[in-house]
């Protein structure tokens, strides 16, 4: 998954045809230890999208863009749009339907 730094790297990402999953977290917090392998994993079987990970600790300035206000946040971007958000632990079946019904 890739880390996402800057806000220049950001939009180079975000300007990609390809749908972007995005995970918004920090280290400290518990339920985004628990869904980072869930997200990692869904990354070996989807290879149409883009995996992301933003720490919030260490791009504020992304986060605020987005109005992250609770960690984990998911979020589903297609054509510079957010087309799902969710906040907080979630299945892994669940992120899969939202991938799948996100593809078209």
């Not at 977290?25 to 869930?38: G, Q």
Request: aromatic fraction near 12%; proline fraction near 5%.
């Amino acid at each position: 998954m890739l880390e996402i730094t800057s806000q220049t790297q950001w939009e180079e990402i975000n300007n990609s045809p390809t749908p972007i999953f995005v995970i918004f977290y920090a280290k400290w917090c518990d339920p985004c230890n628990i869904m980072i392998p869930i997200i990692k994993q869904l990354e070996k079987e989807y290879s149409n999208f883009k995996f992301i990970e933003v720490d919030i600790d260490r791009n504020k300035e992304i986060s605020e863009k987005f109005h992250i206000d609770s960690i984990p946040s998911l979020i589903i971007f297609k054509n510079k749009k957010i087309i799902f958000q969710i906040t907080g632990i979630t299945s892994k079946e669940y992120c899969r339907s939202i991938i799948e019904d996100s593809k078209y």
